[in-house]
């Protein structure tokens, strides 16, 4: 399992464009406000539509949920999936770990009901 306390430097060293935001976090700074800006970022370039940079924090994000702690997990569930499932298009969607995927069909159902 990853250290929650490793999240922002393991971040910050897959994604160079978040390198020093992740930098500013203290040790113990907060799981979901990392998730956050990392939401921001995936957000900025999937609207820029640079596709491989959107792989690679998908992929990121996957890794993440996948070997995460249970705060983690949740935080990747409630903050990065919720805040872009709104920009996620077919062949953005497409994309995304099956994992996320999934976590994202679960999403779209519950607002739809």
Known sequence: MLPDSKIPQLIGLQIPGLTFP??????????????????????SMIRNEQLQEVRRCFTIAGVLYHNGSNVLRNAIESVFVYALSPLLHKEHSALLPA????????????IAI
Do not use: W
């Open 22 to 43: 992740m930098e500013q976090f203290p040790t113990k700074g907060t799981i979901c406000k990392v998730i956050h800006l990392f939401a921001d970022y995936t957000g």
């Open 99 to 110: 994992a996320l995927r999934n976590l994202r069909i679960q999403h779209l159902q519950s």
